[in-house]
């Protein structure tokens, strides 16, 4: 029989026992919608990741206090003070360093802050100049803080939405009203435009003049990071070195191991949160798989049963002179047909379910071409695994012995 008689055939056996066929290829199908699924999901999920830390800010690198075992170097014992603002002004004029562009230090602590009767716990950050560039984060209203701020330690604040929404009810214009933090008069001169659910996101965060941070709340000479931007992204690992050699020396540290600094980039951390999110789904698509092997031994048996309810068929075959090859041809065939039916079917549940989640929880739809290969690939192949034993066994029936089989 050539192979399209063999598939005919095949299908119109399928739908001579509909509801077993149905019940067949159930397995398959949840098992490669879960799959699809769970595949689909991780990758919006990476993809979400990806396009939040970007917006933190583009060749950005973080100089942190303290040595870790990640960013340029490792040493040192952890300590949050071995960073100093003179250290962001001495990297801002170096003329050592040809691969940076912007500078900002930042100091960041929590504070209670209040507008009338209104108050709430918040994070204040003391800020340079350069600090809302390099966090990608835009004045929506009245205007940022300017250097002039920083050089005279003036008590000015720039508030986000989220803080507009606590603090200020009715139709009060917010520019200009003063507002305490810790018991100090602030003036807002400026609102952030809203970034929404951004991972570290500035909607809730006041900003002050740094220098204001540290002599009028804080009473303290150090900051918590230090922010620089690459002039592109090729030269954001010669940044990291040069940022990396230049602190060691303005902190008179000899060896790199001892260094009480750690410098990071976007990248780094991207890299890190890929690697947590990847092996998340990973261990999520290899429970989920498990529903596939099930899905096919209940194929192989179904079509052993098959192979029992048709044996006088086969042995009518092979008195025929019929070959074993198109016995063993003529079940695998039928086992093939329906794992594929099952993965189409998952393949579309799987694509289906993507697209609900994804958009339900606000995440990119990301329909994975790997998935859809991973789904037809894997259908055919529980076809042929499950389908053989089946069909081999049907193969090696004898033709008198099949004839007398009742």
Same mark, same amino acid.
């Given at each position: 029989m050539k192979l399209l008689e063999i598939l005919e055939e095949s299908i119109l056996v399928l739908k001579t026992n509909r509801m077993r066929t149905v019940?067949?290829?159930?397995?398959?199908?949840?098992?490669?919608?879960?799959?699809? #699924?769970?595949?689909?999901?991780? /990758?919006?999920?990476?993809? #979400?990741?990806k396009e939040r830390?970007?917006?933190?800010?583009?060749?950005?690198?973080?100089? %942190?206090?303290?040595?870790?075992?990640?960013?340029?170097?490792?040493?040192?014992?952890?300590?949050?003070k071995t960073l100093k603002y003179n250290d962001a002004l001495e990297i801002e004029k170096s003329d050592r360093l040809t691969t940076v562009d912007k500078v900002a230090a930042s100091y960041s602590s929590r504070a209670q802050i209040s507008f009338q009767e209104n108050n709430m716990n918040t994070?204040?950050?003391?800020?340079? /100049?350069?600090?809302?560039?390099?966090?990608?984060?835009?004045?929506?209203?009245?205007?940022?803080?300017?250097?002039?701020?920083?050089g005279t330690s003036s008590k000015v604040v720039v508030i986000g939405n989220g803080v507009i929404e606590e603090l200020f009810t009715g139709k009060v214009n917010p520019i200009g009203q003063?507002?305490?933090?810790?018991?100090?008069?602030?003036?807002?001169?400026?609102?952030?435009?809203?970034?929404? #659910?951004?991972?570290v996101s500035s909607d809730n965060s006041v900003f002050i003049p740094l220098?204001?941070?540290?002599?009028?709340?804080?009473?303290?000479?150090?900051?918590?990071?230090?922010?620089? %931007?690459?002039?592109? /992204?090729?030269?954001?690992?010669?940044?990291?070195n040069q940022l990396g050699y230049l602190l060691l020396e303005l902190h008179g540290i000899k060896n790199p191991e001892d260094a009480d600094f750690s410098i990071t980039s976007q990248e780094d951390l991207l890299e890190t949160v890929s690697e947590i999110t990847g092996t998340f789904t990973t261990l999520l698509t290899g429970i989920a798989a498990i529903s596939l092997v099930v899905g096919g031994i209940g194929i192989m048996n179904i079509?052993?049963?098959?192979?029992?309810?048709?044996?006088?068929?086969?042995?009518?075959?092979?008195?025929?002179?019929?070959?074993?090859?198109?016995?063993?041809?003529?079940f695998l065939v039928e086992s093939i047909v329906l794992t594929l039916t099952g993965g189409v079917l998952g393949l579309l549940l799987g694509i289906g379910v993507s697209l609900i989640i994804t958009k339900t929880m606000g995440l990119p739809s990301v329909i994975s071409i790997t998935s859809i290969s991973l789904a037809v690939?894997?259908?055919?192949?529980?076809?042929?695994?499950?389908?053989?034993?089946p069909a081999h066994r049907a193969s090696k029936l004898q033709p008198i012995e099949a004839l007398r089989y009742e």
């Open positions: 019940l067949s290829v159930l397995g398959i199908i949840i098992g490669i919608g879960s799959v699809i #699924s769970l595949i689909t999901l991780g /990758e919006a999920s990476q993809q #979400s990741v830390i970007q917006s933190l800010g583009s060749n950005l690198i973080t100089i %942190s206090p303290g040595g870790t075992q990640s960013g340029f170097l490792r040493g040192g014992p952890d300590d949050a994070n204040v950050i003391g800020i340079t /100049e350069n600090y809302f560039s390099l966090r990608n984060i835009e004045i929506e209203y009245g205007v940022g803080i300017t250097q002039k701020d920083i003063g507002i305490r933090i810790d018991g100090n008069s602030f003036k807002i001169i400026g609102i952030t435009k809203s970034k929404g #659910s951004e991972m220098t204001t941070a540290q002599k009028v709340l804080y009473g303290i000479d150090h900051v918590t990071s230090i922010l620089v %931007s690459a002039k592109n /992204e090729e030269l954001i690992d010669p940044a990291m079509m052993l049963v098959t192979v029992t309810e048709r044996t006088r068929e086969i042995g009518i075959r092979k008195a025929l002179g019929a070959k074993r090859k198109t016995i063993t041809k003529q690939g894997v259908s055919c192949l529980i076809g042929i695994i499950f389908g053989w034993y």
